[in-house]
Each structure stands twice: as C-alpha cells, then as structure tokens.
C-alpha cells in the first residue's frame, strides 16, 4: 500500500461543512486534525521545517486557531510568541488594524512591545483565504520594528488569491484548494 503524504492525510481530515457561518462558505474544519495526535504532530513538524532555514526568533499567532499552532512551532524552533489578538483582549499598551475577512470585518493587535527591530518573526495561522487577516498581521508585526521573515498556513485557499496580498516575505501552506469545490 502506497505511503499517503501529509497533503493527503491533512485532505482526508478536513471536513468540509457548507454555509458555515455564512450561507455561501464552505468552512474547512481542521478541528480532526487536531483530535489526530500524530497527524496534528506531524503538520507541527512540516511548519517548523518551513520556518526553521528563516531563522525566526518570534512566531506571532493569528487569533484564534493561529493560536493552536504557535506554541507547537515555538518549542520546536526555540522561538518566543507573540500573540495578535480580537480588539479588547491585550491588556498594555497595543497596535491596532482593521481587515475584511471572507465572511466579515474585524480588527486585530498586537502589543506595542512585543517584538523590535532585533527580531525576526514567522507568521501562523490556519488557513489563508483572501489574505486580509493575514496581511493586517504583517502590518502589525512591522509596526512592532521587527522584520517578518515569513507565513505558514495548514490551508490554503488559492482560488481567493490570499497569497497575492502578501509581499516581501515566503509563504508557505501544508495544503492547497486550487478551486472552491
Ligand atoms: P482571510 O482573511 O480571508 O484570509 O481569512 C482567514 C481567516 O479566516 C483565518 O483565520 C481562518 O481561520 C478564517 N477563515 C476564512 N475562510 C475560512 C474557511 N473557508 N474555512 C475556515 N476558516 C476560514
């Protein structure tokens, strides 16, 4: 029997479930991934991968399921953690950017002091649609000083052109929808 890959292991888990939380959005839920140990292991060790020849010293988490990914990242790098939170949850002084997401509008921050111009920051979250939450969070990140050396995504959704909204850092993604069905 043929070895699956991690793409095919990560296809096999993701369940699609249409009209959530919208009518019209096919919401792809990585929620038995992470039921998986192995499998949820595994996607913790392909993103390292990724990140580790950027030499990252920070991994900044995208609210919230970013969050599931980024202390994984940080103790296999060695890296510290940077939060980018809902408005209203960072309780010092904070950046803050607005962003239309696929399904809405929102806002993130990020702590004012949480990186500087010394550091180097790896991006995280699952999934990349449009690319709006994700390009806010590079702009967050860079207002902080620091230089983001790149994003990992679990998902990614190519037919919404998210990676088009990124610049001047790599992108990487475990798994990748070309077309919406
Ligand atoms: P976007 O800003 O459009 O790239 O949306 C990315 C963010 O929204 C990520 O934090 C995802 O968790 C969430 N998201 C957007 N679209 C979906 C989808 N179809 N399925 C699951 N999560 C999604």
Request: proline fraction near 6%; aromatic fraction near 8%; hydrophobic fraction near 45%.
């Amino acid at each position: 029997m043929a070895t699956l890959t991690l793409s095919d292991r990560l296809s096999n888990a993701i369940r699609d479930v249409p009209d959530f939380p919208k009518p019209g959005i096919v919401f792809k839920d990585i929620t038995p991934i992470l039921q998986d140990a192995a499998l949820f292991s595994a996607s913790l060790d392909a993103l390292a991968e990724a990140a580790s020849p950027l030499d990252p010293t920070h991994i900044a988490a995208i609210e919230s399921r970013g969050f599931l990914f980024a202390g994984g990242l940080c103790e296999r790098l060695g890296a510290s953690l940077i939060l980018l939170r809902k408005p209203g949850k960072l309780p010092s002084e904070t950046f803050q950017q607005s962003y239309t997401l696929e399904y809405g509008e929102d806002h993130l921050e990020v702590h004012a002091d949480a990186a500087g111009p010394a550091d180097r920051v790896f991006l995280v979250d699952d999934l990349l649609a449009t690319g709006g939450t994700a390009a806010a969070s590079a702009a967050l990140v860079r207002r902080t000083g620091a230089e983001l050396v790149g994003a990992g995504f679990l998902v990614e959704l190519s037919f919404l052109s998210g990676r088009e909204r990124l610049h001047g850092f790599p992108v990487h993604s475990l798994i990748d929808y070309p077309s919406e069905s």
